[in-house]
């Protein structure tokens, strides 16, 4: 499903050229969460990158489209959902589905000062929109603050993994035996609660202590309202 473009009028220093089309606007803020979990091992060298996808929401009786953004090192997986809006849009046309669109993730590890989204083009250029807000004012800035290349290349027609499928469809209740994680892990992923949610409240969900926990937080998207951020993580097994 193709949806459209933001309307946005921002003056761009450069024009891409035509042949280089937009894939996708995305919250900047996440494309800096999910960059932080991505991998490093030259052996795993596609989970160096953040997948980007367009997806389903469904509610109930209610559904409509979305962007995924995921990424992973293969200990732990950062999943976010954010509903299609006049701001946020996926033009799944450019790109196979099915392998995802694909960005590095080493050059957005680094967050741009009051970013508002993030202009994905095909060739992985990234161009951050935004500006600080005005006091008392609900309009968001879209100023052009600066840009970079996150090209993917050569993964880009290689196929990622499917991250939903990880994702267990319900979880245990009750009195379950003590689970273990690697406190790196869990460190990282409460420095991105602790800067993109509004409450900095953090909630488990687990099964087993063999199988991963994931978890979750809400972030404020303007434009959307309340969205949930997810990091699964395996645990870590305890012996003796």
Same mark, same amino acid.
């Given at each position: 499903?193709?949806t459209?473009?933001?309307?946005?009028?921002?003056?761009?220093p450069?024009?891409?050229?035509v042949?280089?089309?937009?894939?996708a606007?995305?919250?900047?803020?996440?494309?800096?969460?999910?960059?932080?979990?991505a991998g490093n091992? $030259?052996c795993k060298? #596609?989970? /160096?990158?953040?997948?980007?996808? +367009?997806?389903?929401?469904?509610e109930?009786e209610?559904?409509?489209p979305?962007i995924t953004i995921?990424?992973?090192?293969?200990?732990?997986?950062f999943?976010?959902?954010v509903?299609?809006?006049?701001?946020f849009t996926?033009?799944?046309e450019?790109?196979d589905?099915?392998?995802?669109?694909?960005v590095?993730?080493?050059?957005?590890?680094?967050a741009?000062?009051?970013?508002q989204?993030?202009r994905?083009?095909?060739?992985?250029?990234?161009?951050?929109?935004g500006?600080?807000?005005?006091?008392?004012?609900?309009?968001? $800035?879209?100023e052009? #603050?600066? /840009?970079?290349?996150?090209?993917? +290349?050569p993964?880009?027609s290689?196929?990622?993994p499917n991250?939903?499928?990880l994702?267990?469809?319900?979880?245990?209740q009750?009195?379950?035996?003590d689970?273990?994680?690697?406190a790196?892990y869990l460190a990282?992923?409460?420095?991105?609660?602790?800067?993109?949610?509004?409450s900095?409240?953090?909630?488990?969900?687990r099964n087993?202590?063999?199988?991963?926990?994931?978890?979750?937080c809400?972030?404020d998207?303007?434009s959307?309202?309340?969205?949930?951020l997810?990091?699964l993580?395996m645990p870590v097994?305890?012996r003796?």
């Open positions: 499903m193709t459209t473009t933001a309307p946005l009028n921002v003056t761009m450069d024009h891409p050229p042949h280089d089309p937009i894939v606007h995305v919250p900047a803020q996440l494309l800096w969460a999910a960059a932080q979990f091992d $030259p060298e #596609l989970l /160096s990158n953040v997948c980007i996808r +367009h997806s389903i929401i469904r109930g209610h559904q409509g979305a995921a990424a992973t090192d293969g200990h732990r997986l999943r976010a959902i509903p299609c809006s006049d701001w996926i033009n799944s450019t790109f589905n099915d392998d995802g669109f694909k590095a993730a080493k050059p957005l590890k680094k741009v000062t009051h970013a989204y993030a994905l083009r095909k060739s992985g250029s990234v161009t951050f929109v500006g600080k807000k005005r006091k008392g004012s609900e309009a968001v $800035p879209s052009f #603050l600066s /840009s970079l290349n996150a090209s993917a +290349h993964w880009d290689t196929r990622y991250i939903d499928q994702f267990p469809d319900h979880f245990g009750g009195t379950e035996p689970i273990a994680f690697n790196r990282e992923w409460c420095k991105v609660v602790e800067k993109l949610s509004t900095g409240v953090v909630r488990m969900k087993h202590p063999t199988t991963p926990a994931v978890f979750e809400d972030f998207l303007f959307v309202g309340v969205i949930k997810e990091c993580i097994q305890l003796g």
